[in-house]
């Protein structure tokens, strides 16, 4: 039986540092209180529907390897609520506090959008049923606007208005759906809003296509009381050569042209950081310094690949300096940490998928340890203070407020001798690797 899918796994429990158990938790103990909050409303985890439940194990050379009871052999809405069944057995097994979901990898594609927009409510009516008595909540929805052959050029950046119309409506439904559900976030992921060649491709022409589209998915939410804030995820290539949603600067720029700012944030992935060329602390910091951060997923790629692998986020120094930086700018507000990640695919067994959260869960709350005890040392804060404490001086504030001229300025050097002073980069790798 399908619901069957986990007998003889017991729910996931906090057993401390010294358990060799892989489903326990070693550090994530949901009540501890970190920074004031518990660790659970801190981390705020998320499972991902799509990678979690829907992904078959294919890869550009094979086919599947996860032959799950409800992927295939029956009607598709059969198998969908037969899909539901063991999702939220697997939220229950892990303790989860949110999931998230994709409108395809939840309801199938119905014979029209009707057909479409009616599968996923009436699985978003079981998901209701369920949410009644689970402690998960609903973190964002999205809808997929990249798997079906009349988006291979693109969605709300198609050359055909009546693709644009169509991606409209699955939105639309999808956010209604999210309403719904309570959830906190709806997310924008434009999987192919981008270009394989400029010789068929109007920038320009497709830049005003995405702002109008988001401008109007910001007024709808408005119209029906959604408080969340609209996310886009950044992504810089794959499959196409190029997306609009490069990076967080170039989202950050695109949203103040088309006045957005005040309603849409961005939700960071750290492959698709390393994808553009950046680090995912790099990416974390601008959103922050920037003011459009709002979510993580919390997956990684393969350094030897350049392509989006989505792994298990394992790395505990990089984990930790992006929990610095949550922590020191007071956590997440309606953002979380969401695993959209795939196990391998010859991870086979059943026991696979909770291993893999498992573990990344840890990895997560050693990094929220670390980070904690770094801000309360002020281990990197005070250096990173003291090399800009010269800007903290009147003269330095007044000319930052404007109230001098380049003359005065240039004029007031005539008597300084400014001498460098060291970065002390290697000293503040050290400083990090002492907290984890």
Same mark, same amino acid.
């Given at each position: 039986?399908?619901?069957?899918?986990?007998?003889?796994?017991?729910p996931?429990?906090?057993?401390?540092?010294?358990?060799?158990?892989?489903?326990?938790?070693?550090?994530?103990?949901?009540? !501890?209180?970190?920074?004031?909050?518990?660790?659970?409303?801190?981390?705020?985890f998320?499972?991902?529907?799509?990678?979690?439940?829907?992904?078959?194990?294919?890869?550009?050379f094979?086919?599947?390897?996860?032959?799950?009871?409800?992927?295939?052999?029956?009607?598709?809405?059969?198998?969908?609520?037969?899909?539901?069944?063991?999702a939220?057995?697997?939220?229950?097994?892990?303790?989860?506090?949110?999931?998230?979901?994709?409108?395809?990898?939840?309801?199938?594609?119905?014979?029209?959008?009707?057909?479409?927009?009616?599968?996923?409510?009436?699985?978003?009516?079981?998901?209701?049923?369920?949410?009644?008595?689970?402690?998960?909540?609903?973190?964002?929805?999205?809808?997929?606007?990249?798997?079906?052959?009349?988006?291979?050029?693109?969605a709300?950046?198609?050359?055909?208005?009546?693709?644009f119309?169509?991606?409209?409506?699955?939105?639309?439904?999808?956010?209604?759906?999210?309403?719904?559900?309570?959830?906190?976030?709806?997310?924008?992921?434009?999987? !192919?809003?981008?270009?394989?060649?400029?010789l068929?491709?109007?920038?320009?022409?497709?830049?005003?296509?995405?702002?109008?589209f988001?401008?109007?998915?910001?007024d709808?939410?408005?119209?029906?009381?959604?408080?969340?804030?609209?996310?886009?995820?950044?992504?810089p290539k794959?499959?196409?050569?190029?997306?609009y949603?490069f990076?967080?600067?170039?989202?950050?720029?695109?949203?103040?042209?088309?006045d957005?700012?005040?309603?849409?944030?961005?939700?960071?992935?750290?492959?698709?950081?390393?994808?553009?060329?950046?680090?995912?602390?790099?990416?974390?910091?601008?959103a922050?310094?920037?003011?459009?951060?709002?979510?993580?997923?919390?997956?990684?790629?393969?350094?030897?690949?350049?392509w989006?692998?989505?792994?298990?986020?394992?790395?505990?120094?990089?984990?930790?300096?992006?929990?610095?930086?949550?922590?020191?700018?007071?956590?997440?507000?309606?953002?979380?940490?969401n695993?959209?990640?795939?196990i391998?695919?010859?991870?086979?067994?059943?026991?696979?998928?909770?291993?893999?959260?498992?573990?990344?869960?840890?990895?997560?709350?050693?990094?929220?340890l670390?980070a904690?005890?770094?801000?309360?040392?002020r281990?990197?804060?005070?250096p990173?203070?003291?090399?800009?404490?010269?800007?903290?001086?009147?003269?330095a504030?007044?000319i930052?407020?404007?109230? !001098?001229?380049?003359?005065?300025?240039?004029?007031?050097?005539?008597?300084?001798?400014?001498?460098?002073?060291?970065?002390?980069?290697?000293?503040?790798e050290?400083?990090?690797?002492?907290?984890?």
């Amino acid at each position: 039986m399908t619901t069957d899918f986990f007998a003889g796994i017991e729910p996931v429990r906090y057993a401390g540092p010294d358990s060799t158990d892989p489903l326990t938790f070693r550090y994530y103990d949901k009540d !501890r209180m970190v920074a004031g909050r518990r660790m659970e409303d801190h981390l705020r985890f998320s499972i991902a529907y799509w990678h979690s439940f829907t992904w078959p194990g294919t890869d550009p050379f094979g086919g599947e390897t996860l032959l799950r009871p409800w992927m295939s052999g029956a009607d598709p809405m059969t198998l969908a609520r037969q899909k539901a069944d063991v999702a939220f057995r697997m939220f229950e097994l892990l303790d989860a506090p949110y999931f998230a979901f994709h409108d395809r990898d939840v309801a199938p594609e119905g014979e029209s959008l009707s057909g479409s927009i009616a599968n996923l409510n009436a699985i978003a009516d079981i998901f209701e049923a369920k949410m009644e008595t689970a402690k998960v909540r609903l973190l964002w929805g999205t809808s997929n606007l990249f798997s079906h052959r009349r988006f291979m050029s693109g969605a709300a950046t198609n050359p055909d208005p009546e693709v644009f119309s169509y991606a409209c409506g699955l939105v639309k439904a999808a956010l209604d759906v999210t309403h719904r559900l309570g959830g906190e976030n709806y997310v924008c992921w434009g999987g !192919r809003e981008g270009y394989e060649t400029l010789l068929n491709t109007n920038i320009g022409q497709e830049l005003d296509q995405l702002g109008c589209f988001l401008s109007m998915l910001v007024d709808y939410k408005h119209k029906i009381g959604f408080a969340g804030p609209i996310l886009i995820e950044p992504k810089p290539k794959e499959p196409t050569k190029h997306q609009y949603d490069f990076d967080v600067a170039t989202v950050y720029g695109f949203l103040q042209r088309y006045d957005l700012l005040g309603d849409v944030k961005v939700n960071i992935e750290q492959n698709h950081a390393v994808l553009a060329g950046h680090s995912f602390d790099h990416e974390v910091r601008l959103a922050y310094a920037t003011d459009i951060f709002g979510s993580i997923d919390i997956n990684r790629g393969d350094d030897l690949l350049g392509w989006d692998t989505d792994q298990f986020g394992m790395n505990v120094p990089e984990i930790t300096l992006l929990m610095h930086e949550i922590l020191k700018h007071g956590g997440f507000k309606t953002g979380g940490l969401n695993f959209d990640a795939k196990i391998r695919r010859q991870s086979i067994d059943p026991a696979d998928p909770l291993i893999a959260h498992v573990a990344s869960m840890d990895a997560c709350a050693r990094g929220l340890l670390a980070a904690e005890k770094m801000l309360e040392d002020r281990a990197l804060e005070g250096p990173l203070a003291d090399r800009y404490a010269g800007w903290k001086t009147p003269e330095a504030k007044a000319i930052l407020a404007g109230e !001098r001229s380049l003359e005065q300025v240039a004029e007031a050097a005539l008597s300084l001798d400014p001498q460098p002073r060291s970065g002390r980069q290697e000293y503040l790798e050290g400083v990090l690797n002492r907290y984890v």
